[in-house]
Every structure is written in C-alpha cells, then in structure tokens.
C-alpha cells in the first residue's frame, strides 16, 4: 500500500522556523512529483511548493517564494519542506501529495494528485 505521513507542525513565533517531512513507503518518491499544499477550515487548498518527478526542478507559490525550501533525500524516501521567516497567515494544515504518474511535473491543482497524507497543523502565533 502506498502511504504518505507528514510530521514536524507545531507552534512557532512569527520570523521563526520548522521543517516538515513527508515519508513515503509503498513507492519510490524520486520519480514522481510531489506537492506541498496547505488548507485553512472553510478554504480552498492551496498549492506551495512542488518537487518535480521528471528532472528535480522546484516551484514555489508567490505568498513563500524565498522563504520555503522543498527539498528531497533518496536515502530516506523523504520530501521536506524547509520554511523560514514564518508569518501569521502560514498557520494552515500542511499535506504533501504525490502525482500518479512517474516523471511527473508539477502542478498545483491538487485534484491531481491522487496519495495524500493526513496532515499536519502549522500554527504561527505570539
């Protein structure tokens, strides 16, 4: 079975940092795209950043654009989402999500992605 799992939320002071991972198990994440998205209760999921599955290239939505890092270890099976200089309105639940296909590229339409992870809360707060 194909599994992805999110880790590394929590509570954070605006300018601070944290870093989520997204382990996969079941598939190889080197070949396929993978997205981080994020969602506030009552909106619309939000693409931020994507690692492409056909040749590494990343993207990034504008609202994080030199404040995140997606970044990916073969040896772990493991997308990471660096993200600094944190603000108030980065407070969502994070999910990662594969595309289906291998050598896939990225996109940030989340009905593409059909392997979603459970989540995991980000909270930016004094």
């Known amino acids: 079975q194909l599994h992805l799992v999110e880790s590394g939320g929590g509570l954070v002071q605006p300018g601070g940092s944290l870093r989520l991972s997204c382990a996969a198990s079941g598939f190889t994440l080197d070949y396929y795209a993978i997205g981080w998205f994020r969602q506030a209760p009552g909106k619309e999921r939000e693409g931020v950043s994507c690692i492409s599955g056909s040749d590494g290239s990343t993207y990034y939505a504008d609202s994080v654009k030199g404040r995140f890092t997606i970044s990916r270890d073969s040896a772990k099976n493991t997308v990471y989402l660096q993200m600094n200089s944190l603000k108030p309105e980065d407070t969502d639940v994070y999910y990662c999500?594969?595309?289906?296909?291998?050598?896939?590229?990225?996109?940030?339409?989340?009905?593409?992605?059909?392997?979603w992870g459970q989540g995991t809360q980000v909270t930016v707060s004094s």
């Open positions: 999500a594969a595309r289906p296909r291998l050598f896939s590229p990225c996109v940030f339409s989340s009905s593409s992605y059909d392997q």
